[in-house]
């Protein structure tokens, strides 16, 4: 297991406060050894004008997934916080109701530098999305 957090499922749950990923209906729903998995509604607060998911709202996705995963690798949260520095996407298909799911597992882990691969499907399985995020370890202020 890559998660330094001794109970990475609670800390999961703990995260559920007011935040645009809580406004986006984003849910966690699995941790595993070196992986976690949240979905997304695609409705009316994540389609785009035209009636289907809004890359954006994907990236949003993403970005949680890769953050929040960085968070559960580092050991001490009083002294250092993960902070995205770069993120990019590739949108493959696209989905004008349902849900979608993210998938994150780590390229890299290391002290200072964690990069994180998230592929996002549909409930079919069919792919959506595939994001690569680079997050800074960073000793806080």
Same mark, same amino acid.
């Given at each position: 297991?890559?998660?330094? =957090?001794? @109970?990475?499922?609670?800390a999961?749950? =703990?995260?559920?406060?007011?935040?645009?990923?809580?406004? $986006?209906?984003?849910?966690?729903?699995? *941790?595993?050894? @070196? %992986?976690?998995?949240?979905s997304? &509604?695609?409705?009316?607060?994540?389609? =785009?004008? %035209?009636?289907? $998911?809004? +890359? +954006?709202?994907?990236?949003?996705?993403?970005?949680?997934?890769? /953050?929040?995963?960085?968070? $559960?690798c580092?050991? @001490?949260?009083?002294?250092?916080?993960?902070? +995205?520095?770069?993120?990019?996407?590739?949108h493959?298909?696209? *989905?004008? /109701?349902?849900?979608?799911?993210?998938?994150?597992? &780590?390229?890299?882990? +290391?002290?200072?530098?964690?990069v994180?691969? *998230?592929?996002?499907? @549909?409930?079919?399985?069919?792919? *959506?999305c595939?994001?690569?995020?680079?997050?800074?370890?960073?000793?806080?202020?």
């Amino acid at each position: 297991m890559i998660w330094k =957090q001794k @109970d990475p499922a609670a800390a999961l749950r =703990q995260l559920n406060r007011p935040s645009l990923s809580q406004h $986006l209906g984003i849910e966690f729903t699995t *941790i595993g050894d @070196d %992986y976690i998995e949240a979905s997304m &509604p695609v409705d009316n607060r994540t389609r =785009q004008p %035209y009636g289907i $998911l809004h +890359g +954006g709202a994907s990236v949003v996705l993403a970005e949680t997934l890769g /953050s929040v995963a960085s968070m $559960l690798c580092i050991d @001490d949260l009083d002294k250092y916080a993960p902070v +995205g520095v770069e993120i990019n996407a590739n949108h493959l298909n696209s *989905i004008a /109701s349902g849900k979608v799911i993210g998938r994150t597992t &780590p390229i890299k882990v +290391g002290r200072r530098i964690h990069v994180w691969q *998230i592929h996002i499907r @549909d409930e079919a399985d069919r792919p *959506i999305c595939v994001s690569r995020i680079t997050i800074a370890v960073v000793e806080r202020r």
